[in-house]
């Protein structure tokens, strides 16, 4: 692996970083709100998980 190869890694690794910070209050407090909002909170958390495995993908193949 070449060093752009980490660089490029360690970029989305960040980034992966980021959004799990980013929207661990809202996982760790959704059982607290009202359904309707537990709906939209669960649609965000769903929406960031998407990415956060994209990501992933992404990193998974740079390292192969």
Known sequence: MDDI???L??????KIGM???DHSALAL???SELEDEQAN???TLDQAA???GA???AAHS???
């Open 5 to 7: 190869d980490r660089e």
């Open 41 to 43: 909170r669960m649609a």
């Open 19 to 21: 959004l799990m910070e």
């Open 62 to 64: 740079i390292s192969d």
């Open 9 to 14: 890694i360690s970029l989305l690794s960040t």
């Open 55 to 57: 990501l992933v993908a």
């Open 50 to 52: 998407e990415k956060i």
């Open 29 to 31: 407090t959704i059982g």
